[in-house]
């Protein structure tokens, strides 16, 4: 076992630039693989977050709409005290787990926080914002029960499911998310020649020698291992370059700034990036292990 583990040394030192070659590919493309999983695993985080946290609006009428339950223009005291009463209800005060009443005042002080410094706040009138309740579901997937239970009630103009917001920032960071597989998918192709070609030069620089232990006797896996443990080696070392960059990025990027400039958002963990370090390390270690028995195996008929 050891003269196989010397014979892979004298194999790294005499194919060093391609060695190089290997480690950096293989650690681009695990970067890449990586950074696609805690991205995922982000997604998932935010998503458990912010879906739990995200409430249905219930609009009433401010008298500028044209919806067909505001024929009368504005909503009136009695209609808001219905739409408060149906709240209240048998039917829905269960699935309902808290709500309140955001009047035209509150939402104009809270729009020109949000949009303070932009030219759209000065366009826009108090009365103009409207009123509204907000709703607290128990189980935010039956928002549908609320959107129905006021589907024709007067002074309602329309019922919003602020996850449906939510829903068009996810597809985006989870088409971010694929744009990175595609791209660790092709990093990968591009390690496995890289790996495959290496280990076949390898192997044709020591012709002689090969032939020399064939003619003596030597088992097809004397000669194949230390051709197997190269490749290994040099996708470990990638491997692990990844995932202490990803350590890294978690904990100076994500934890020390993202956390800090956007306190209201779920970030992920230093222990997710530890997480995921052995996975892609077993990932790289396996991806070369089987690329290098395959470029041996075919290398060699013996």
Same mark, same amino acid.
Do not use: H
């Given at each position: ?27 681009? *493309? ?63 005060? @269960? ?5 309140? %009443? ?12 949000? %949009? ?7 366009? $826009? ?14 189980? @935010? ?17 329309? $019922? ?9 920032? #996810? ?30 030069? *390898? ?79 077993? #990932? ?6 089987? *690329? *290098? ?10």
């Amino acid at each position: 076992m050891w003269s196989m583990i010397r014979e892979a040394g004298a194999g790294l030192r005499r194919n060093l630039s391609m060695v190089i070659s290997i480690v950096l590919v293989t650690f681009i *493309s695990l970067t890449f693989v990586g950074a696609a999983i805690l991205l995922q695993m982000q997604i998932n985080q935010m998503k458990n977050y912010w879906y739990d946290k995200a409430q249905v609006a219930v609009y009433l009428c401010t008298g500028y709409e044209q919806a067909p339950l505001c024929p009368d223009g504005k909503v009136t005291d009695e209609q808001k005290t219905a739409i408060e009463a149906t709240l209240k209800s048998e039917e829905l005060a @269960p699935l309902i787990k808290e709500y309140f %009443f955001e009047d035209e005042a509150t939402a104009y002080k809270n729009f020109k926080e949000q %949009f303070s410094g932009s030219d759209v706040a000065t366009y $826009v009138e108090a009365d103009q914002l409207g009123q509204t309740f907000w709703v607290s579901l128990v189980d @935010p997937s039956k928002s549908e029960v609320i959107a129905q239970a006021f589907s024709d009630t007067a002074g309602v103009s329309s $019922v919003k499911d602020q996850r449906t917001y939510l829903d068009q920032i #996810f597809q985006v960071l989870n088409g971010a998310s694929l744009a990175a597989i595609g791209v660790a998918v092709l990093m990968l192709l591009c390690a496995v020649l890289l790996i495959s070609t290496t280990i076949r030069l *390898s192997a044709f620089a020591r012709r002689k020698e090969l032939g020399i232990m064939r003619f003596v006797g030597a088992s097809n896996l004397y000669i194949q291992t230390p051709f197997v443990l190269e490749g290994i080696a040099s996708a470990l070392f990638g491997s692990l370059l990844a995932g202490g960059a990803l350590v890294l990025v978690v904990k100076y990027f994500v934890r020390d700034y993202l956390v800090t400039a956007m306190p209201y958002v779920s970030f992920i963990q230093i222990s997710d990036a530890l997480i995921v370090w052995p996975v892609i390390v077993g #990932f790289g270690v396996l991806l070369a292990g089987f *690329s *290098s028995a395959l470029a041996i195996r075919r290398y060699l008929r013996v």
